[in-house]
């Protein structure tokens, strides 16, 4: 299967513990997105990385989130000091130049990184 | 702030009752509005985009129309594989999506 992946698909922590998230997008996307999503709710933008460099990160964002993308390939997000508030879906989403958002809008997404925080 | 609603927040359909849901907008220059697919436990699968009023696509049962301040997603004759939420999203500029919270549309046989 070529699509999104994501590890770990389910993630149970302490509150105050560090928990990362690892997304591999699709092998010829250049474009990288995080977005979060609890119950019942549509998902939210986190963050955009084009290539390496991380272009857009959301104001809602606390200093506690990191995501990184180092070689341009996978991307990896932290949560640093967890908070029962952090207890969400995260949803990596991947695009060529040609899809994505500001082309034919069409984002892939993976089946997500599920977070509960005790 | 961009904002987006969706209406209704769940919808129950028999097999064969075609129903609209609604996504009204408040975006900033707007660039496009995207509808997609999520089924219970997996990621949003794309399904349209509309970049101006008046402008519509169809997909099999799906048709998504535009209008200057609402979109709205028309299943006709929906069958049980149609039930799943369906979101929208509306992009101003740069790569940020503003989803609004779907609507859970479940069709019974």
């Known amino acids: 299967d070529t699509g999104v992946s994501q590890d770990p698909r389910h993630k149970i922590t302490k509150r105050g513990q560090n928990v990362t998230f690892r997304c591999d997008p699709i092998?010829?996307?250049?474009?990288l997105y995080w977005y979060r999503q609890t119950l019942g709710q549509g998902p939210e933008f986190l963050t955009y990385f084009q290539n390496e460099a991380q272009l857009e990160k959301s104001r809602l964002l606390s200093d506690r989130f990191s995501a990184e993308r180092p070689k341009g390939s996978f991307s990896t997000l932290e949560i640093q000091r967890t908070e029962q508030g952090d207890s969400a879906m995260y949803l990596c989403?991947?695009?060529?130049?040609?899809?994505?958002?500001?082309?034919?809008?069409?984002?892939?997404f993976g089946e997500g990184s599920r977070l509960t925080v005790l | 702030e961009d904002q987006v609603t969706q209406s209704p927040e769940a919808l129950r359909l028999q097999e064969g009752e075609s129903s609209s849901l609604n996504c009204s907008y408040t975006?900033?220059?707007?660039?496009?509005l995207f509808w997609y697919r999520q089924d219970p436990g997996k990621g949003p699968e794309f399904l349209f985009t509309?970049?101006?009023a008046g402008e519509e696509k169809e997909k099999e049962r799906l048709k998504a129309t535009l209008t200057k301040k609402e979109s709205f997603l028309h299943i006709t004759a929906p069958k049980p594989e149609d039930s799943a939420t369906y979101l929208c999203?509306?992009?101003?500029?740069?790569?940020?999506?503003?989803f609004g919270g779907g609507t859970r549309v479940l069709v019974k046989p």
């Open positions: 989403a991947s695009s060529s130049y040609f899809t994505g958002p500001a082309n034919t809008g069409e984002l892939f």
């Open positions: 999203a509306a992009r101003a500029a740069g790569n940020k999506l503003t």
């Open positions: 509309l970049y101006s």
């Open positions: 975006v900033s220059g707007l660039r496009g």
């Open positions: 092998s010829e996307h250049n474009r």
